[in-house]
């Protein structure tokens, strides 16, 4: 029965966490280049302007291996990582999670990690690393625009107020 009890438990835990946090992540870390545009010039007074679709992001409900290469870059209050005896591992995506559009993106969460699709950008989640007192966590986070254009970055969380939030992101790799 305490196991059944757990799992429920770690169910609430991981919606809380992904509510509380998913979508500034995706405002921080999607970078959609189409905005990145010169000036233009104005015709009749009036600036002319094509209309931009939507970004299209797939998030694999897979998540990746955590890269624990790069734990020394964590700051001091989240060494705990290095010591996997006392961790919780959860997944960062509810099970339940839906598609949804967001003022710039669409967002749909496929589930496998899947190398062809048909979207603008694709993001990679490994499982969340909590602390024993279940008030820190760190997310692996992968984004790709292509082969060619990969970045890795951790995500550190924490409790505050009884919400979770994001504190910092630790940029790991870029190509």
Known sequence: MLILFQSCENKIGTEEIFNDSFKEILEKTVIDLRNNIPPRYKKDSEEVKKPIEKWKVEVSKTPIAFDFSYIDRLPPEFSFVRNNDENLEIGYLPES??????????????????????????????????????????LFYVTSTSSKNV?????LFKKLNNEWQVIDYIALFFS
């Not at 749909?108 to 062809?116: G, L, M, Q």
């Open 97 to 138: 999670v839906e598609s949804f559009t967001h003022e710039n993106f669409e967002v749909s969460f496929t589930p496998t990690n899947a190398t062809e699709s048909q979207y603008d950008e694709k993001i990679l989640v490994s499982d969340l690393i909590l602390n024993s007192s279940r008030d820190k966590a760190v």
């Open 151 to 155: 970045g890795g970055e951790y995500i």
